[in-house]
């Protein structure tokens, strides 16, 4: 075999991999695009705890820090623990699962009480 039928083979060869890279390559995008729309789909339960992550950043960005230890571990808490009752929330308004929904509201009771403690112990100890 010539160099040349070597060299003509060898581009047909690669011509004939590119047709098919071409032709397999829009299913590709497609897929790809209906993956991307699956991940950002959005449900009651996304939009309910997106809320409450987001509603918690706020609250804890906004809190004014007294540099008592303390004082700022209670005032970091409490919207850390509303965020934990929120989201249990969505999990009772949305979720099937009987474990979870215990869950849910077992996290619900105590949080609550936790936030109650640290309302008082923080009204108990005014930053001087």
Known sequence: MTLAKKIVL???AAGMLLAVFLESTPS???EMQHDM???????PS??????AMDKMH????????SGNADVDFARGMIP???AAIDMAKVELANGKDPEMRKLAEAVIA??????KQMQDWLAAHPVK
């Open 37 to 43: 729309a699956a991940m950002s789909a959005q449900s």
């Open 58 to 65: 706020t609250d804890m960005m906004a809190i004014e820090y």
């Open 10 to 12: 060898l581009l047909m």
């Open 28 to 30: 590709q995008a497609q």
């Open 80 to 82: 850390h623990h509303q």
């Open 110 to 115: 105590a949080q609550e009480a936790e936030i």
């Open 46 to 51: 996304t939009d309910g705890y997106k809320a």
